[in-house]
């Protein structure tokens, strides 16, 4: 199956939010999700950011999202005109590339949108962009400031 790879588009300024975030949660992994209005299609570009609690044990390693948190983010979103089109989390410590736990704890988030923001020591922060199809994680072109 061919498909046209769509860059993800972030809004100026999440960015740093995401890196914000990602350093208050350290050591612990950062998680929550990507909203976009509503209206604007699959491809809209992501307006805000929403963290939600990492309810993983190992919660430096991995994230876990609880389905009510999800829930309830969704219905915020909903209230606002938003959709959720993806997910964000955190690797304190690692790059920005899906870990094995990531590739193998994937809930059904086909079709989602994952970012994943690191803060590698000694190294400067970095913002990476995925799509997730059935057959795994792919990288998407990410635009933004
Ligand atoms: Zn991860």
Do not use: K
């Not at 612990?28 to 976009?36: D, K, N, Q, S």
């Not at 994952?114 to 994680?137: K, T």
């Amino acid at each position: 199956m061919l498909e046209t790879v769509q860059p993800l588009r972030l809004a100026p300024g999440l960015s740093s939010q995401l890196l914000a975030l990602a350093r208050e949660a350290y050591p612990r992994e950062v998680c929550g999700v990507l909203l976009a209005p509503a209206d604007a299609g699959e491809h809209a570009s992501i307006d805000s950011v929403c963290a939600l609690p990492n309810r993983a044990r190992d919660a430096g390693v991995c994230f876990e999202i609880a389905a009510a948190d999800l829930a309830r983010a969704g219905q915020g979103a909903r209230r606002r005109g938003q959709a959720i089109q993806g997910f964000f989390h955190s690797h304190p410590d690692g790059d920005a590339r899906p870990s094995p736990a990531d590739l193998a704890g994937c809930p059904p988030w086909d079709g989602y949108a994952q970012l994943i923001v690191s803060l590698p020591i000694g190294r400067g922060p970095e913002i990476r962009a995925y799509g997730v199809a059935p057959h795994g994680w792919f990288d998407r072109p990410l635009i933004g400031d």
